[in-house]
């Protein structure tokens, strides 16, 4: 069975009652194209639990708080098309921007307890964006499960609390963040990289790992797991650190001591790219 390539709601809803009525339980996962193995690994965890899986490709214009950032953003719907074959998924939706916010929309989804920190920080309406995208993409679909990575750990936070405050009848289930083999986040992003910015994008995540050592070795201090990762991302000139925090990982809100699971979490610059990451530290 080949991948459909479907633009309009009515096309979904009618693809996925289809295969409701067949018999299938629906996974959706959400994503703004220009997909890499990252966004391969939540298709193949739905694909392999048995379900019909929809990938949704819209590069959300409201999630954008910086129009050069939505201008530049990769779009290549064939190549996505052809990854998601490959990986087995039934149907991408591609909705249209008039598709999705047809004139005279006029809702908007906030969780802004989780949003006001990190990302939220220095975003302005991103999360309100994202959110509001994904109630829609959760409605049109009406999946029973919907795969997030946690790569973006802050957006997963926010759609799980979002999730439960409007009984919305969907499992959230997120997926480990898939890496280079030098440790560097997949994202759409890096291929906006430089050569020499590709050579030096990896601190960021070595840098992260070294204070999750820090942790492991015992330190239950956040100002001290910070020190030890600023410490080495600022030995490299070419990253400007946007933001570096300790995070419980439930919530992803800073802490003072650490005694639950954490994230450290970052968000820094390489030349006009942002690079974000973090990593889980169990204590
Ligand atoms: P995006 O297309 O960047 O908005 O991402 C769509 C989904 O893929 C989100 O749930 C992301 O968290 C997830 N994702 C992006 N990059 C990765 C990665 N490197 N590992 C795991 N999930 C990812």
């Known amino acids: ?12 809803r009618s693809a996925v009652a289809k295969a409701r009525s067949a018999g299938r339980t629906i996974g959706c996962v959400p994503t703004m194209g ?3 193995a990252g966004h391969g690994a939540l298709i193949d965890w739905s694909v392999e639990a048995g379900e019909f899986t929809v990938v949704t490709v819209f590069v959300n214009p409201i999630q954008f708080d910086r129009k050069e950032d939505y201008d530049a953003y990769a779009i290549s719907l064939p190549a996505d098309v052809d990854l998601c074959a490959a990986r087995g998924a039934a149907v991408v939706f591609a909705p249209s921007v008039e598709g999705m916010y047809p004139e005279g929309f006029a809702t908007a989804v906030e969780v802004p307890a989780l949003a006001q920190n990190l990302c939220g920080a220095f975003r302005p309406g991103h999360f309100r964006g994202v959110a509001t995208v994904v109630a829609k993409l959760l409605n049109i679909v009406q999946p029973q ?14 759609i799980r609390q979002m999730a439960a405050d409007l009984n919305l009848p969907v499992r959230i289930v997120s997926v480990p963040t898939g890496r280079e083999f030098d440790g560097l986040a997949l994202s759409s992003r890096n291929r906006r990289l430089s050569e020499a910015e590709r050579r030096i994008a990896p601190l960021l995540y070595q840098a992260l790992d070294a204070g999750r050592r820090k942790i492991g070795n015992g330190s239950r201090d956040p100002a001290e797991v910070q020190r030890v990762v600023l410490t080495i991302l600022e030995a490299e000139p070419a990253f400007r650190v946007e933001y570096l925090e300790v995070v419980d990982a439930r919530r992803m809100q800073a802490v003072e001591s650490i005694h639950e699971d954490v994230r450290i979490a970052a968000a820094a610059w390489l030349g006009s790219t942002r690079l974000i990451d973090n990593v889980l530290c169990r204590v």
């Not at 459909?4 to 096309?11: G, I």
């Not at 946690?150 to 936070?157: I, M, P, V």
């Open 1 to 12: 069975v080949s991948t459909q390539l479907l633009y309009t709601v009515e096309e979904v």
């Open 34 to 36: 220009a997909l890499h």
């Open 145 to 158: 499960a919907a795969y997030f990575g946690e790569k973006d750990a802050q957006q997963l936070a926010i």
